[in-house]
């Protein structure tokens, strides 16, 4: 699959792009970093060289910025696997909004340490994008699949382990969030559930 190897990273500060290669060269030198530095030449890579991951700023010189790079990526059926992530300066509402609805798989916010940058793509590049999930055998010869009864929720939940301490530890999270958080939180849930909503199939 080609590009299954190589990040492309779009960004127009050379200063910041150096950071990005020396966090990325650390722990990840199994992936060829590409560079572009505006919309255009990165579309252009994207298509020639269909990375597996594209770092992606929002502010570029050129005709192109970041989220119509990601809207003409997520528009292109070739391109359907490549994790499309938005990192930029950019913290309003509105941006991340704008970010979400064409198609980016998550918004990262600038300034980003060397150090977690590795940890952070290395967890992105361990998801299965959809287009991988096996589909179930169809025709005569399949044999039939049983759709059994789903487990009560009480079974359900003390089949995870680790459940009581994720749940503890999401309280105390939750209980320091002021009341604009939680408002930034309920808008970024009903933008991903419009956005999944409009790709899933009529």
């Known amino acids: 699959m080609p590009g299954k190897n ?20 650390a722990k990840l030198s199994e992936f060829e970093v590409l560079h572009a530095s505006d919309g255009d030449t990165a579309l252009r890579l994207a298509r020639e060289m269909r ?21 003409q990526v997520r528009a292109d059926p070739a391109l359907s696997g490549v994790s499309v992530i938005m990192v930029s300066g950019l913290t309003d509402i509105n941006t991340r909004r704008k970010a979400l609805e064409a198609g980016a ?5 600038k300034p980003l340490s060397p150090r977690e940058l590795p940890d952070r793509v ?8 959809a287009s991988a999930v096996r589909p179930a055998p169809a025709g005569p010869s399949a044999e039939p699949v049983s759709n059994p009864a789903p487990a009560p ?21 939750f209980s320091q969030l ?3 958080d939680w408002k930034e939180i309920q808008t970024l849930a009903e933008v991903r559930l419009e956005h999944k909503k409009r790709k899933a199939p009529e």
């Open 6 to 25: 190589q990040i492309l990273v779009v960004e127009d500060d050379p200063d910041l792009l150096r950071l990005f290669r020396l966090g990325l060269a």
């Open 153 to 173: 929720a009480s079974a359900r939940l003390t089949s995870r382990p680790g459940l009581d301490s994720a749940v503890q530890s999401l309280g105390k999270i």
């Open 122 to 129: 290395r967890a992105v590049m361990k998801r299965k994008p």
């Open 105 to 109: 798989t998550d918004y990262w916010t």
């Open 51 to 71: 990375p597996a991951l594209i770092l992606l700023d929002i502010l570029l010189p050129g005709d192109l910025d970041g989220i119509e790079v990601c809207r």
């Open 178 to 180: 002021e009341p604009d």
